[in-house]
């Protein structure tokens, strides 16, 4: 047994225990034979994936996996100094066992904990209130005193621990920090406040609204001032997706200070601070100031010549990505005025009656990967079914498409009835639109199921248009819904007796923003508008539910009701006018469904409905209201 621990190489690093039995235990098994002595230390490859070493050195399994055979001292099962022994420069000094007051950690036991050098064991206080290891800090650490030193131990450095431990792990040590104040490797680095607020921004914000440079295109040009209002703005909209504690009040007014601030250059940078600025109030319930803002970004816009197509090759840098980024903030600009115009119908769409040739945006794949093909032109997307040109175009350019007939549905004459051939003309658009689609545009997810924003916005605006065409001539009564004007303003529509062309219209653009709500992607990564877009659709969803001829059993339209709360519910975590849409919402449909309790007591109601519909309508609509009363916006839980 003594020549099994006599054949390991002293190294000077081997843990020789104290107590001999420790150092070799031999079990027997009943009358067979002893199994095979354990070794007398293990080496840290081995220590660290808990497996079996041969003592060693290098041990063989450090041989066969290519792996750098360190040795470091352990602990395990050491019980103190002996008595009136002399010191032997081999061994490691005695320490103190440890008391109810402190916790002493040896480098050997944690590989992690070896950047705070391996000349000390570390004693750490334990507060009244223990933290955990998330909660350690260096500060905390007292200095080592020279009864705990390693300084004898020869053969083994700080950085030949980090290179051991990364081989083992599979980690790149080149970003490690081994200085001798970490406990930990710094390869983890904590973020500042503004890196996650500018993290959170393109993570969950930039997708919607994609005009601002890339990230990785963006930073670089950030180190000097002259873009102080636009990062200023990214960060207040990157705190709103995230818990930045009582940090938002002053993101926000740093934000619009430098906004104000006519000493920055009022430049297309601006343009885009601006921008991202209105889209951010808009949702979060100022809407005033969010129109007032527009008309000032517009004003700028016009001023610099945004409109211009040789404005992005002027101030583009020679860069193909920021003249990109020059055409989708134009754009941009003129899908925000008109979804502001669509939904809140308090703007009257200025930017539609601009003159522009500003080229088109490409994919946003090619945009975000910095591969800018040559751009093409309106003319050439709006003649591509008469010219045969058989070049694919971009899911902006068809955003572009639906705003543009979104505008030109503003722009016609006041229609006078439900055959009046303007509205015909409109209709017609939007047909041409969806059947003109290519066969991989036709739906806002990608062929490997991941969201296209673009398109997601496009089928959005071309059903908000539908809606806003003929919900005024079909027969919903609107009266039902006319407290919820968290959007727009009430407008009213008589009821009729049957149901005409433009009642199914209204009711199956309805049915096709709530389907929107049904693709497995996150709600917040859409632009905030759909908020608006999905409260038009449940007013029409309500007017629907409150008529009397209605089928009872019609689950479809309850579960589209659903749908369109659940939805606003989840909106609301982060936009102030998804919780304020959600509410007025819920109310009117609470309202509805007392009226429909008080027309159910008169039996002529229930003329035609067997015993087991009445029951099942009955069932149906109160759980439409207890799953609403259910309902808590997710800012609110604790």
């Given at each position: ?64 996996s290519n792996f750098e055979c360190i040795y470091v001292a352990s602990r395990r099962g050491y019980k103190g100094p002996r008595r009136g022994t002399a010191q032997n420069p081999n061994k490691r000094h005695a ?275 910095g591969h800018i093909p040559p751009p093409m032109t309106l003319e050439e997307l709006e003649d591509r079914d008469f010219s045969g040109d058989e070049r694919r175009f971009s899911s902006f350019a068809y955003r ?196 429909k309790k008080e027309q159910q007591k008169n039996p002529q109601f229930w003329l035609g409905f067997t015993q087991e519909d009445v029951i099942n309508s009955i069932a149906a609509d109160e759980s439409i209201i ?13």
């Amino acid at each position: 047994m003594a020549q099994a621990v006599a054949d390991v190489p002293d190294t000077g690093l081997a843990s020789k225990p104290e107590d001999p039995a420790k150092a070799s235990e031999i079990k027997e098994d009943g009358d067979g034979p002893s199994r095979e002595s354990a070794v007398s230390a293990a080496c840290l490859a081995c220590r660290s994936k808990h497996l079996k070493c041969d003592g060693q050195s290098p041990c063989s399994r450090c041989v066969g996996s290519n792996f750098e055979c360190i040795y470091v001292a352990s602990r395990r099962g050491y019980k103190g100094p002996r008595r009136g022994t002399a010191q032997n420069p081999n061994k490691r000094h005695a320490t103190s066992p440890p008391d109810t007051d402190s916790i002493s950690i040896a480098p050997s036991e944690c590989p992690m904990l070896l950047g705070a050098g391996v000349s000390s064991a570390m004693s750490v206080p334990v507060p009244s209130n223990p933290m955990s290891i998330h909660g350690f800090s260096p500060s905390l650490m007292p200095e080592a005193s020279p009864a705990a030193s390693y300084q004898d131990t020869p053969g083994v450095s700080q950085a030949q621990l980090y290179r051991s431990y990364c081989s083992i792990n599979g980690i790149e040590p080149n970003g490690l920090v081994t200085g001798t104040h970490l406990p930990f490797p710094a390869h983890f680095p904590m973020q500042t406040l503004q890196e996650r607020c500018i993290d959170s921004f393109y993570r969950y914000f930039h997708g919607s609204h994609p005009f601002v440079l890339p990230r990785e295109h963006l930073l670089p040009l950030a180190n000097g001032t002259t873009l102080d209002p636009l990062m200023a703005v990214i960060r207040w909209v990157g705190s709103l997706f995230i818990d930045v504690g009582k940090s938002r009040p002053s993101l926000y007014d740093d934000a619009m200070r430098l906004l104000d601030d006519l000493s920055f250059p009022q430049d297309g940078f601006k343009v885009q601070a601006m921008m991202l600025s209105i889209v951010a109030l808009d949702g979060c319930c100022e809407n005033t100031k969010a129109a007032e803002l527009l008309g000032r970004t517009e004003t700028l816009a016009l001023q610099i010549g945004l409109n211009k197509g040789h404005f992005a090759s002027l101030n583009g840098r020679g860069n193909p990505v920021l003249e990109e980024s020059w055409r989708r903030t134009w754009w941009d600009l003129f899908i925000i005025d008109g979804m502001i115009a669509g939904v809140h119908r308090m703007t009257n769409f200025l930017l539609y009656d601009v003159p522009t040739d500003v080229n088109l945006p490409c994919e946003e794949s090619q945009y975000f990967a910095g591969h800018i093909p040559p751009p093409m032109t309106l003319e050439e997307l709006e003649d591509r079914d008469f010219s045969g040109d058989e070049r694919r175009f971009s899911s902006f350019a068809y955003r572009i498409l639906c705003g543009r007939n979104l505008g030109r549905f503003m722009r016609t004459p006041p229609i006078y009835g439900p055959e009046d051939e303007n509205l015909g003309r409109i209709e017609a658009l939007l047909t041409n639109w969806r059947l003109h689609l290519p066969e991989d545009k036709k739906d806002s997810l990608t062929a490997n199921g991941q969201l296209d924003e673009m398109m997601f916005q496009a089928h959005m605006m071309m059903y908000a248009t539908s809606i806003l065409l003929h919900q005024p001539h079909s027969q919903l009564d609107s009266s039902p819904s006319q407290k919820i004007t968290s959007c727009a303003p009430y407008q009213l529509v008589p009821a009729g007796d049957l149901f005409n062309k433009h009642t199914k219209h209204t009711i199956a653009s309805a049915n096709g923003i709530s389907k929107l709500i049904t693709h497995r992607v996150p709600l917040l990564s859409h632009t905030h508008f759909f908020t608006c877009v999905i409260t038009l659709s449940s007013i029409v969803h309500l007017n629907k539910w409150a008529l009397f001829f209605i089928q009872h059993d019609d689950d479809d339209l309850r579960q589209q009701i659903r749908l369109n709360i659940g939805a606003l519910n989840e909106l609301s975590a982060v936009w102030g006018a998804a919780d304020r849409a959600r509410g007025q919402v819920k109310g009117v449909a609470q309202e509805i469904y007392h009226i429909k309790k008080e027309q159910q007591k008169n039996p002529q109601f229930w003329l035609g409905f067997t015993q087991e519909d009445v029951i099942n309508s009955i069932a149906a609509d109160e759980s439409i209201i207890s799953n609403f009363d259910d309902m808590t916006p997710p800012h609110l839980l604790g």
